[in-house]
């Protein structure tokens, strides 16, 4: 009976493929498949590679749009190093990941077709993908395109508890993909922290994907926020409801006015300054170390003033539920800095090393 169900299931799915395209092969489809730790070399992009098929509960989304982040570069590289060994090769859970694997961890799209126990009705549903493969409570444990699959390919499937449909979403497919990890993590960082309507709110990389949507979020909460940003990125920065700006190169963290909460996605030699800007009993909530791991800081500024650090990664279902909530009423518009198809996946990943843009870099899938 499962040969038969699988069977009518691949049935179904090629004559929706077919449909659509009558001159693709529905067994396979295009991919960017990494094959180990190292750099963008260990990515190919293949247009033979396996289209997944939806087991029982799951559904396959046809990606439309996958968003750049660090976790996957970093993911790729084994950066993210262990409890042992801040050098050692692993991914975000201190181990090697298992290749070959698809990296993508944001996702965007329809859903193509589903499998056994799935409501029919989600068929062509668009939708944004929880990059929460599993959790543990309320933390990610695994995630989409490290534990595994992801969206750099045409085609992705998942659990469908996975799904949220933003069907009346007036956002763009390619700003549906800037909200998983960017936006859940800001989010998360935000529903952790103790900010109100009216508080000071100090964000740290303000133009990243992280930074800029803790930006356009705790300014549509109604705090007052705080921006670090580059001198080149003021205005755009500024733009997406930073009150203040506080400029890198220019301006001295120590000359801030106290906040009650510091967002923190940097991390290094400025932590500690981060620290020392907070107001007595205020908290920092940290959720990357894009300018360094390790760095030392003055313990006593933390419990003489009675200051919390939280430290928070991605988000909770709740988090994305909320976020789902916003993409579908479009309150906030993500920012594209710029897209790219599957296969210029490398020149894309150029660019966002690179650091030169605000917001996020996007590939759109044909």
Known sequence: MEILNRRSLMARVYARRMSEDS?????????????????????????????????????????????????DVWSRQGSYGSASDPDAVAGWKGVPLDFPRIQGIDVAGEVAAVGTGVDEGWLGTRVLVDPTVRYEGDFPADIAGSEA?????????????????????????????????????????????????????????????VGMAGVQLLAAKGCHVVARTSPSKRELVRSAGAVELSVRGDDDIADLDPVAVVLDVVGGEEFGSLIDRLADGGTLVVAGAIAGPVFPFDVRRLYLHQRTIVGSTMHTPTDFDDLAAIATAGTIAPVV????SLDDLAEAQRHFASKDFVGKIVLTMS
Request: proline share 9%; glycine share 12%.
């Open 337 to 340: 800095a710029a897209t790219y």
């Open 149 to 209: 699959d992801g969206g750099f390919a045409q085609f992705h499937s998942c659990a469908v508890d996975r799904l949220r449909d933003v069907s009346g979403s007036p956002l763009t497919d390619a700003q549906l993909a800037c909200l998983p990890t960017a936006y859940g993590t800001a989010m998360g960082m935000i529903n952790r922290s103790p900010a109100k309507p009216g508080d000071r709110v100090l964000v740290t990389g303000a133009s990243g994907g």
């Open 23 to 71: 001159t693709t092969d529905p067994s396979v489809m295009t991919a960017a498949v990494t094959m180990g730790h190292g750099g963008p070399e260990q990515t190919e992009i293949r247009h033979d590679w396996p289209c997944p098929l939806p087991g029982p509960g799951e559904a396959l989304v046809r990606v439309r749009a996958a968003a750049l982040n660090n976790t």
